[in-house]
């Protein structure tokens, strides 16, 4: 498959925003971009990332394969699933993933929290990003704790067989802390992956879409 699998290492860390940034910034190279959020939960109406998805990529595809499930619970997938009497049905994802990325340059999945959440009874995102065979994109949050949770993510990753492209750290608040200024340098050092970007708490995505030139080559 074409494309890039986009995890993080948390909830609320900038999985959507990058995702999107990415988004605009094939599309303003001209590719043709999918994208994916399989299961959105805490969904009350319209599935908010999955939206934002589609509008950056100007994905014309409909809702239902753009996110398959919308779960109300505001909780991982596997246990949302469960509470509301939900099948989730990983295979059935991964051929839609598929299907999807064959008809496009390239394809965007967006996790849920991070690789160790679990999607269904038997399998977490990380096995999503095996099972599709895409490489990872980690996004972590620019703060205090982010070498730890990139260098977790990385070690699962490596342990799951599953290749990383590189990190994106982002700044989910405008609040910044010391840490922000060696993160990067720390997190490649310790990992021996590229941190491919690393984003300012801006208005939009597009206006930082121009620094993940580099991310998809
Ligand atoms: N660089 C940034 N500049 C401004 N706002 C940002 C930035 N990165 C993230 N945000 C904001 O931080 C919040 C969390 O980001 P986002 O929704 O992308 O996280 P997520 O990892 O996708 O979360 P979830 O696990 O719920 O899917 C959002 O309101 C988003 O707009
Ligand atoms: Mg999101």
Redesign the pocket.
């Known amino acids: 498959m074409r494309g890039l699998f986009?995890t993080?290492t948390?909830?609320?860390?900038?999985?959507?925003?990058?995702?999107?940034?990415l988004a605009h910034a094939l599309r303003s190279r001209g590719a043709r971009v999918a994208v994916a959020?399989p299961v959105?939960t805490?969904v009350e109406g319209e599935p908010?990332?999955a939206c934002?998805l589609r509008a950056a990529a100007a994905d014309p595809a409909p809702l239902a394969e753009i996110c398959p499930y919308r779960l109300r619970a505001p909780l991982a997938p596997a246990v949302a699933a469960r509470l509301e009497g939900v099948t989730i049905d990983v295979d059935g994802i991964v051929a839609l993933l598929r299907r999807r990325a064959a008809e496009v340059d390239v394809l965007l999945v967006?996790?849920?929290?991070g690789l160790l959440v679990p999607l269904a009874d038997h399998a977490t995102f990380a096995d999503l990003a095996a099972w599709c065979a895409l490489p990872l994109l980690i996004?972590g949050?620019n703060r205090l704790g982010t070498i730890n949770h990139c260098a977790l993510t990385a070690r699962v990753a490596a342990g799951a067989g599953l290749a990383v492209r590189g990190f994106v750290l982002?700044?989910?608040?405008?609040e910044t802390d010391r840490s922000g200024a060696t993160n990067a340098e720390t997190i490649a050092a310790l990992t021996g992956l590229p941190v491919l970007a690393i984003?300012?708490?801006?208005?939009?995505?597009e206006?930082?879409a121009a620094l993940l030139a580099d991310v998809w080559v």
């Open positions: 986009v993080g948390d909830t609320g860390v900038g999985k959507t925003f990058v995702a999107c940034a959020k959105e805490g908010e990332d934002r967006e996790g849920a929290g996004v949050a982002s700044q989910p608040s405008h984003l300012p708490h801006c208005t939009a995505p206006d930082v």
